[in-house]
């Protein structure tokens, strides 16, 4: 039986038929190409002045079939890209669903950064898990480059010496390497660009997607020729609440999130401080406004959404589709349980902050953190006001804790508890004993830790389900940056990858809840 080629349009063709059929709308291409360029040169060239004007001008070259398809969250990831090419961003993550176009848009990107923008010389590690994939797009990006449009208009010549699949290079010192991402050790490039680090599988093995982190820190944050001015995008679908995405949030990456179905509370915004400018400018907003409303309708209408909720379950839309990786076994909390309110009441007098810590440190140890949270004198809702953490080494601790505990004493004289934990054992007796030394004058208390962490975040579950907790979000994007994470470790809770903000917060719930003021701490026998 004769092979059929799907022409990307509902059309099957015979193969040879089919690329008889692609080399004619080509040449058509080719010729209607040659005649703009020759009427419209500067227009052309005025239209690829970003990003996106350059992917829709250059589109049919890579996809002589498929209609472009754009709309804003192209757009906003073009003007992240955009941003990393300005200099303003030098490590940027991306996190999106399947179908934008992703692969894609690192092709053009280069293409564009060596055309357009006048740099050549820009030099290209490009990754993916499969080394497949990567030399895929590799050659895409030889074959833009070398087309006779793009020629036409920025005369990037390719050498001849260095012209594979995996690697090709330009005569002004530019060049594009494709590797899979598990061989990235050795070389260094003005871009490292990595797309999908994790294959879907791999994702679910602890071993594997550990490993894959693990070359994510070690083996990719130097792999640049400078590491001042030089850029990492690492652009995915979340397939684990512990995957690279995770581990470039913790590293400090811009981060761009667009879910596939809007969810209040969520709303993406990066806010930056532009490398020639000193003062803050906001780049990017979510623009959508309801629950549920969508990022590509063009490609993704409502019909079709709802058809891959029920294909993928409730674990793979989860991550893959809304871009927040729950653990298969469920959890206590939900994200939407928790409003937010702006500015806190009068009434609330009393403030209670929690520290859970970490018993190791380091890049994969967990995290040492607090929660602080009020209550409203009238109505009883609780109210989360502020969250910290860190990897703290135990000296590091003392002086944050300190720090943290002199801070709230300014905002609220008189008026917060500080809730530490003691480990059992004489070690966790002598720590507790520092700690208390650091606070003198604070009102401290300190509490053995009993019960499963799912028992002590009981209480703080009933009352967020039947909406008496509230979170303090007050437009401040630095004070702010504390609750996405905060939500993210909520919802995965008990099985995550971190609960050290959970406990935290169970902590000085319960505390505030349940237990009466301790006395301000002057002298302390433990």
């Not at 490009?126 to 070398?146: E, P």
């Not at 010192?173 to 070389?187: I, L, Y």
């Not at 700690?435 to 209480?459: C, I, N, W, Y």
Request: charged share 30%.
């Amino acid at each position: 039986m004769e092979s059929l080629v799907d022409l990307g349009d509902g059309r099957l063709l015979p193969r040879d038929k089919a690329e008889a059929y692609l080399e004619l709308l080509r040449e058509q291409h080719r010729r209607r190409e040659a005649a703009r360029i020759r009427n419209e040169r500067a227009a052309i060239i005025a239209n690829c002045s970003t990003l996106y004007g350059f992917i829709k001008e250059f589109w049919f070259v890579l996809e002589p079939v498929a209609k472009f398809k754009g709309g804003w969250a192209l757009m906003a990831m073009c003007d992240h890209l955009e941003a990393v090419t300005r200099g303003d961003i030098k490590r940027l993550l991306i996190t999106v669903p399947p179908g934008m176009m992703k692969s894609l848009l690192m092709v053009f990107w280069t293409a564009w950064e060596w055309g357009p923008k006048g740099m050549p010389h820009i030099q290209v590690l490009a990754t993916s898990y499969s080394q497949k994939n990567a030399f895929r797009d590799n050659q895409k990006l030889r074959d833009l480059v070398s087309s006779e449009k793009f020629q036409a208009l920025w005369t990037v010549e390719l050498r001849t010496d260095t012209n594979a699949i995996s690697k090709f290079a330009n005569t002004k010192s530019g060049w594009c390497e494709a590797r899979p991402f598990s061989k990235m050790t050795g070389g260094r490039a003005n871009r490292v660009k990595i797309d999908d680090p994790h294959d879907t599988e791999g994702a679910e093995s602890p071993v594997q997607r550990k490993k894959t982190v693990k070359i994510m820190r070690e083996a990719i944050s130097d792999r640049l020729n400078d590491m001042v001015e030089d850029a990492i995008v690492l652009i995915m679908q979340r397939l684990h609440q512990g995957d690279c995405a995770a581990a470039a949030k913790e590293m400090g990456y811009v981060h761009l999130e667009l879910p596939m179905e809007f969810e209040l509370g969520r709303r993406c915004k990066t806010i930056l401080r532009p490398a020639n400018d000193g003062s803050p400018a906001l780049i990017f907003e979510d623009p959508r406004q309801f629950e549920g409303e969508l990022l590509f309708p063009e490609r993704f209408p409502a019909a079709t959404i709802a058809q891959l909720k029920k294909d993928k379950g409730a674990y793979a839309w989860a991550g893959q589709y809304q871009q927040r990786p729950a653990p298969r076994e469920g959890g206590m909390f939900e994200r939407g349980w928790f409003k937010r309110v702006g500015a806190l009441p009068l009434n609330a007098t009393r403030f209670v902050r929690a520290w859970d810590f970490a018993a190791s440190e380091g890049d994969t140890a967990d995290y040492s953190a607090s929660i602080k949270i009020t209550r409203d004198g009238h109505d009883g809702a609780f109210i989360l006001v502020h969250g910290r953490r860190g990897r703290w080494s135990p000296g590091r601790v003392e002086t944050e804790v300190k720090s943290t505990a002199e801070g709230d004493r300014a905002q609220h004289p008189g008026a917060i508890t500080i809730r530490i934990p003691q480990d059992p054992g004489s070690s966790g007796k002598s720590y507790v004993r520092t700690l208390v030394k650091q606070l003198a004058g604070h009102a401290v208390k300190f509490e053995p830790v009993t019960g499963s962490k799912e028992v002590r975040a009981k209480a703080l579950a009933v009352q967020a389900e039947v909406g008496n907790v509230y979170i303090l979000e007050t437009g401040d994007p630095v004070k702010d940056a504390w609750i996405e994470d905060f939500l993210d470790e909520l919802e995965v809770f008990p099985a995550g990858a971190n609960d050290d903000q959970v406990d935290a917060a169970a902590d000085a719930f319960n505390e505030l809840a349940l237990a009466p003021p301790p006395l301000t701490v002057k002298r302390l026998r433990v």
